[in-house]
């Protein structure tokens, strides 16, 4: 069974704070990892995507990810942050197969002015 | 056109009532998805078409009922729902099934069972 745990339930950062949200999964085979971004009242929008080469991968709005194979880790990281980055923020999983996404339990960032 | 929309936006029904969840997208995807997501919680997959065919339903009660009827359409119909089905039903599609790594989401119906 593959499964996605994010550490982090809460995080409130002042803005120009840098951030990082962290991602483990367990799935014993080659995986696709994501990052999803679900501002209030809006729908999911992916913010970045690893499937496999450099495991450093850049997204939109400055956010970048890093997958550390042996720690079986996909921390989302952005140096500094803005107001408009309060946000849900959902790590996924894609094992291999003709599946869905499995979701981690997201992370509710809140950046106050 | 790189839009997956979904109707209603909000849907308020009964225990008895028989009503259904719309879903498209004009992308030439050729798989969709059901994902259900609970206040404060992540998006559970439900059902899974791959070239308008159930290829996976994740043990979901039989009160759901999904519906491929073209490669556009998705239904979900929905029949003597419980209180705890309330939910945001979101939607997603992916361009076939080998691609599900990158699937585009509409913006949900927010179910109310009463």
């Known amino acids: 069974a593959q499964s996605v745990s994010q550490h982090n339930h809460h995080v409130i950062l002042s803005e120009a704070a840098s951030l990082e949200l962290g991602c483990n999964y367990s799935y014993g085979g080659t995986v696709n990892l994501f990052w999803y971004v679900q501002y209030p009242g809006q729908h999911l929008q992916l913010l970045l995507k690893y499937f496999s080469g450099d495991p450093l991968v850049k997204g939109i709005k400055g956010f970048e990810a890093e997958f550390i194979k042996s720690k079986f880790s996909f921390n989302l990281r952005k140096p500094s942050v803005q107001w408009s980055d309060t946000a849900e923020y959902f790590c996924?999983?894609?094992?291999?197969?003709?599946?869905?996404?499995?979701f981690g339990k997201g992370t509710h960032l809140i950046i106050q002015p | 056109d790189t839009e997956v929309t979904q109707t209603p936006k909000h849907l308020v029904m009964g225990m008895t009532n028989k009503k259904s969840l719309k879903c498209e997208q004009h992308?030439?995807?050729?798989?969709m998805y059901w994902y259900k997501q609970k206040a404060k919680k992540p998006p559970e997959l439900m059902f899974v078409?791959?070239?308008?065919?159930?290829?996976i339903n994740e043990s979901v009660p039989s009160r759901f009922s999904p519906e491929c009827p073209n490669s556009s359409l998705l239904n979900l119909h929905l029949h003597a729902l419980q209180p705890e089905d309330s939910a945001l039903y979101l939607c997603?599609?992916?361009?076939?099934?080998?691609?599900?790594?990158?699937?585009?989401f509409g913006p949900g119906t927010r179910l109310t069972v009463t």
């Open positions: 996924a999983l894609k094992g291999g197969g003709a599946d869905g996404l499995t």
């Open positions: 992308m030439g995807h050729r798989a």
């Open positions: 078409y791959s070239y308008e065919k159930l290829s």
């Open positions: 997603a599609s992916s361009q076939s099934p080998e691609h599900a790594y990158e699937q585009y």
